[in-house]
Every structure is written in structure tokens, then in C-alpha cells.
């Protein structure tokens, strides 16, 4: 099978490629080539700019693929593009949408791909990934385009430690924060339950979904089936970190007041309750199974950050934030 990624080489993707490739996929990379590094072995690479339709349609115009998948898509403006460039010239076109898209809040906690709405208020991401699966819904309809939408949820791997407050180019800030004592913000009382899925078990679910007729037309998450609280989820970090984490719990109303760019992330997302029944997945790929717990995956994540020194960089800018909003919330208690 002949397979593209656009893109290919970022967290959850990665892990996909290197599974691709080892089960006999002839897989094809399309990206800049800025990172040599994180192309797999057996991956071939095509040099091209997605964002440059002139220049994507000259690298590929004298192929054809079983499978295209984008993983850097999301606006209507990228998928027009994308359906473009491979009308006509592959079986299956994958889009990578997000497990956000569904309905904040929900009206029930167990989320399903097609009884639960595609609705998010508080989060433009979540909305133009919406606008992009109707676009492609529509051009199926319409012409027969091959599309199969895929909607992750929190991935991650080793070079990501996942929370939902943390920062996003220094992640080993927050580990460092835990061991040195300082306090760490959760949002709301903590209570609230979320699904963390590893990036090797994410890949079962999608490469077994890679040249499925059956799957044309269908939309699929795919995450872990464990489901935590976000307090048990900290916890679990702190406990890789070999740490009790020092937790703060407060408001997301009062979070989003100190920094109106978190609405997104947390009301949009994190901060709604959302369970997701796996069972569509399932039955197209019945050897998915997302077997490593939080827990361990966590611990795998700080030993492959302890064992890449250069990695475990801090965000001074992102601490100092941290503490402003905790002195902050300090200060609203009665002595």
C-alpha cells in the first residue's frame, strides 16, 4: 500500500509513521524537510510546501497514492487545497479533525461519533476543524471524494508531558515545578474526568484504518479507554517525577480572567467532562487496543526527557504566570 503523510513527523504522527512502516507500508512523507530527524527509517521523503498549492501540485503531480493523509490541515482554505491536489489521484483522504469539535458541553458524558453534535463556542480551532469536515463531507457527496475523518483527542508521547495548564515549548517546566516544591495550578476542583491516549496506541486504531473502504464516509476517535481525574492525573505526573505534586485548585472563570487565551483550551476542551465509547473503532480494527495506562506512559515520558538533558528546558515566562495567578488567588480568601 502506498501511502502519503503531509506532514508526518509531529508528535502523534511520528509514532504513526514508524508503526506504518513497520508493518510493510510504503510510506511517503511530504514536508518542508526541516526535521531529518524525526523521519523514520523506510520513510521516503518528498520536498514540497502544502501552504504553496503551486509548488505541492509540481512535487506530486506525477503521483498517485492508496491513502493521503494531512495532519497539518485546519482551515477550510488547507482542505480546499487538499482536495485540489488529490482528486482523483488516491483511494482515501484522512483528515485529522479533533475529539474538541464535539459538543461543549455535551449533553451526555460518553462521547459518540455520530450521537454526539459537532458544536464548540469557545474555541475557533474546534470550529474551523467543524467547517473542514462538513467541507469534505460535502465534496463527497457532491463528487465522490474519498474522505475518512479521524478526531484525536490528548495524545501524547515523549516529548510532550500533558496538562492542561503547561507550557507548550518548555513541557519540562512542569516537572521541574513539581520537584522543586512549587505550587501547580488545576483547574476547577479536579474532578472533572479526561481520557489521556498514548501515541503508539493511537497508532493501532489509525493504521489499521489506513485503505479501509468501509471506514469512506465515516468519522472515528480514537483514544484510551482509561479514564481519569484531572487531580489523579497530576498525580501521576508528580509520581513519575518522583514528587507529590503541590496542588492549587481554581476556578477556570477566574484562570480565563488572568489569561483570556485559555478559554479555548479549557472550556473548550479540558475542562468539560468527556468519556469516549471506542467501540466504532473497534469494530473496523478489532486488535486496537489502547493498553498503556497513564501511568506508566508518564514515567516512560520523564525518563525520555531525563535521558535528552538538552530537552529539559524551563519556561521562566510561563512560571512567573503561574505565580501571579495563584498570588492572585491567594489574595481573594479571607484572612
Known amino acids: 500500500m502506498k501511502v502519503l503523510f503531509i506532514g508526518g513527523t509531529g508528535l502523534i504522527s511520528e509514532a504513526v509513521s514508524k508503526l506504518a512502516i513497520s508493518r510493510g507500508i510504503d510510506l511517503y512523507l511530504f514536508n518542508r524537510g526541516n526535521r531529518d530527524g524525526f523521519v523514520p527509517e523506510g520513510a521516503h521523503v518528498i520536498i514540497g510546501d502544502i501552504r504553496n498549492p503551486q509548488d505541492a501540485a509540481a512535487a506530486l503531480k506525477n503521483e498517485q497514492f492508496d491513502v493521503v493523509v494531512d495532519w497539518i490541515a ?8 487538499d482536495i485540489e491536489l488529490f482528486r482523483g489521484k488516491t483511494k482515501q483522504y484522512i483528515f485529522i479533525s479533533s475529539a474538541s469539535a464535539y459538543q461543549k458541553p455535551p449533553k451526555h458524558y460518553i462521547i459518540t461519533e455520530d450521537a454526539t453534535p459537532l458544536e464548540n463556542k469557545y474555541w475557533q480551532y474546534s470550529r474551523d476543524k467543524i467547517a473542514c469536515e462538513q467541507l469534505l463531507l460535502d465534496e463527497q457527496a457532491a463528487t465522490g471524494f474519498p474522505v475518512t475523518i479521524v478526531r484525536p483527542s490528548f495524545t501524547y508521547g515523549d516529548t510532550m508531558i500533558p496538562a492542561a495548564l503547561n507550557s507548550w515549548q518548555h513541557p519540562w517546566s512542569l516537572i521541574a515545578r513539581i520537584r522543586a516544591g512549587r505550587p ?65 485548585h481554581i476556578s477556570t472563570p477566574f ?37 498503556l495506562s497513564f501511568a506508566e506512559g508518564i514515567k516512560r515520558t520523564v525518563a525520555w526527557f531525563e535521558a535528552h538533558p538538552e530537552r529539559c528546558t524551563e519556561d521562566q515566562a510561563w512560571n512567573d504566570q503561574m505565580d501571579r495567578i495563584i498570588e492572585a488567588h491567594a489574595a481573594g480568601f479571607k484572612k
Do not use: C
Open 74 to 81: 485546519f482551515t477550510p482554505e488547507h482542505v480546499s487545497v
Open 184 to 248: 501547580v495550578i488545576v483547574h476547577g476542583d479536579g474532578s472533572s474526568l479526561w481520557t489521556m491516549t498514548h501515541n503508539t496506541d493511537f497508532a493501532k486504531g489509525f493504521v489499521g484504518l489506513l485503505g479501509r473502504e468501509e471506514a469512506i464516509g465515516e468519522a472515528y476517535h480514537i483514544t484510551s479507554d482509561e479514564v481519569l481525574t484531572w487531580n489523579q492525573i497530576y498525580e501521576a505526573i508528580g509520581a513519575a517525577a518522583g514528587a507529590e505534586p503541590k496542588l492549587v
Open 255 to 291: 484562570l480565563i480572567s488572568h489569561d483570556p487565551e485559555l478559554e479555548g483550551g479549557l472550556l473548550g476542551d479540558k475542562s468539560v467532562t468527556s468519556v469516549f465509547d471506542n467501540s466504532k473503532i473497534k469494530g473496523l480494527v478489532p486488535d486496537f487496543d489502547a493498553a
